[in-house]
């Protein structure tokens, strides 16, 4: 049996400051629950329609359909919501390659940004205080898993940048092209905002720029989708790094 | 003055069966709609808050901030709704490089697709008929203004891929690594669902297969979306074909 409390309790981690104040966060869906129970992800709580988490024990509590439209964030619920422990970020290592977000607002984004870093084996994720949070539901829904796997650090990139020597390049639509920029095996490539690009502070520290070639002689088409263009770098920039 | 009847007909665009049925499509925001307005697209009407349109004379409507509530798609509609012609697909120029979308459903997913075609000079995108309509007032707001630069063509791919004699290659997880792939002149890169994958039928057809190289020995991620994947091959084949 799930309580009022209870049910009242997960509904208010759709909100940041109720998942920073618990240290927790939300997930739905089979695919996605199952995965991160199997990941380092601790497990506070798992509540479903199916028995198939009975050997939880006191983890699981059976819940009915009424129950989990009451808890879900979807539109469609499917079977299973759960809760985790908010993972304290790992160290950063500043020797790999790595993405940057400057003010990331939407969760799809973030939350494809993050498959693209784990499939591309970039093992940490840079994002400043204002970008979207990553436990926010839609960011994890959209992560498919993959928040498990990436080291995610939300800081004050003015400070970082300044204080440490990083071998910063930013995504611009006025750069060098990315297939002549020769990209480091320290590099950290920052994206920026959706509508606004990169925010003012950030152009006056970072001075690399590098661009995606477009191949419209039209020149109506002004960007494209934040996310394609992190996928589109980081797949120039892995190739390139192993030689092809 | 927006009559009671306008109002039923512009919310109805929501549904395809009522677009097909009028041949019309709406779209919002001053930004994608001033862009349209200039585009080859026949426009039927312009309902805004703002006079700025009262040059179009009799195709504007100026509405009050409650009825433009009542008529959009939006949680936070901007200011003007406008209705356009569906315009006729082009004839189709199998001698270029071609995009095609096999049962693709997500709106974002198609939108910003055809925002990469057009940032990638790809003319003629295809789908087939069980793909989501590119009308679809999610998938017109995501094109931000490409869907008026890209041609897209709706068709029975089954028939088209067997009755023409076409140079065609999958984009899936098992193939040819995209590094080595030798993309041709007019080559048309199939994608599948974003979950399934290729549809059955496609794959009987469709011996050559492609993929995007994975960077990370561990093998918990299984796939990445598929517009970032549009967007990766997009990217190699177009800078292949140029020469870099």
């Keep these: 049996m799930i309580t009022k409390n209870e049910i009242k309790f997960v509904r208010s981690?759709?909100?940041?400051?109720?998942?920073?104040?618990?240290?927790?966060?939300?997930?739905?869906?089979?695919?996605?629950?199952?995965?991160?129970?199997?990941?380092?992800?601790?497990?506070?709580?798992?509540?479903?329609?199916?028995?198939?988490?009975?050997s939880l024990?006191?983890?699981?509590?059976?819940?009915s359909k009424t129950n989990l439209l009451q808890i879900s964030n979807l539109k469609t619920p499917n079977k299973v919501v759960a809760i985790f422990k908010i993972p304290k970020s790992g160290e950063i290592d500043f020797t790999s390659?790595?993405?940057?977000?400057?003010n990331i607002s939407d969760p799809g984004n973030l939350g494809t940004i993050i498959r693209l870093c784990d499939w591309f084996g970039i093992k940490d994720l840079l994002c400043?205080?204002?970008t979207v949070d990553c436990y926010n539901p839609k960011v994890v829904q959209a992560?498919?898993?993959?928040?498990?796997?990436v080291n995610i650090s939300y800081l004050d990139f003015k400070k970082?940048?300044?204080?440490?020597?990083?071998n910063?390049?930013?995504?611009?639509?006025?750069?060098?092209?990315?297939?002549?920029?020769?990209?480091?095996?320290?590099?950290?490539?920052?994206?920026?905002n959706e509508s606004l690009g990169l925010s003012p502070e950030i152009k006056k520290i970072i001075k690399n720029r590098v661009t995606i070639p477009r191949y419209n002689s039209n020149y109506d088409i002004e960007?494209?989708?934040?996310?394609?263009?992190?996928?589109?770098?980081l797949s120039e920039l892995k190739n390139r790094s192993t030689g092809r």
């Design 160 to 166: 970082l940048f300044i204080e440490k020597k990083l």
């Design 128 to 130: 400043n205080t204002e």
């Design 223 to 233: 960007s494209i989708n934040v996310a394609n263009s992190v996928a589109i770098i």
């Design 97 to 102: 390659q790595i993405i940057a977000l400057d």
């Design 143 to 149: 992560s498919m898993g993959s928040i498990s796997r």
């Design 57 to 63: 024990d006191k983890l699981y509590t059976k819940i």
């Design 168 to 192: 910063l390049v930013a995504a611009d639509l006025k750069g060098e092209s990315m297939n002549k920029f020769s990209f480091q095996e320290n590099q950290i490539v920052v994206f920026g």
């Design 13 to 54: 981690l759709k909100i940041k400051k109720n998942r920073i104040k618990s240290d927790q966060f939300i997930v739905e869906g089979e695919k996605i629950v199952d995965e991160l129970i199997d990941s380092s992800l601790e497990l506070v709580k798992v509540y479903s329609t199916s028995s198939k988490y009975e």
